[in-house]
């Protein structure tokens, strides 16, 4: 059974910085694509970031291109969402996921539908 356990998250200004935390296990480290998505509340589950299984590459929405990074930690078998210059529209409850990929994938999936394993979901509210 593949589990993820996020950590991180909180209150933060806008314009500041956050990291969260993803742990897996070594298996699931090596050979799954993992992603971040966010939900904020009334709306759809949105894909954010994630890491391809192929050759670790990364692939991030455009709405956090550019300010948002994926850093992937082997000896903690962790992946972190480094999160800059954050916004009122980053407000979300961010999650966590893995999947052993799908025939013909050419990147990570950043659809819900991709991914059959989820964190426990963790709540960032970016206010003044």
């Known amino acids: 059974q593949v589990q993820l356990v996020q950590s991180g998250g909180g209150l933060v200004q806008p314009g500041g910085s956050l990291r969260l935390s993803c742990e897996v296990s070594?298996?699931?480290?090596?050979?799954?694509?993992i992603a971040w998505f966010r939900q904020a509340p009334g709306k759809e589950r949105e894909g954010v970031s994630c890491?391809?299984?192929?050759?670790?590459?990364?692939f991030s929405s455009n709405s956090v291109e550019g300010r948002f990074t994926l850093v992937r930690d082997r000896d903690k078998n962790t992946l972190y969402l480094q999160m800059n210059s954050l916004n009122l529209k980053d407000t979300a409850v961010y999650y966590c996921?893995?999947?052993?990929?799908?025939?013909?994938?050419?990147?990570?999936?950043?659809?819900?539908?991709?991914?059959?394993?989820w964190g426990q979901g963790t709540k960032v509210t970016v206010s003044s």
């Open positions: 996921a893995a999947d052993s990929g799908r025939p013909l994938q050419l990147r990570c999936p950043l659809l819900p539908a991709g991914y059959d394993f």
């Open positions: 890491v391809w299984n192929s050759d670790y590459s990364t």
């Open positions: 070594r298996f699931t480290f090596d050979y799954y694509n």
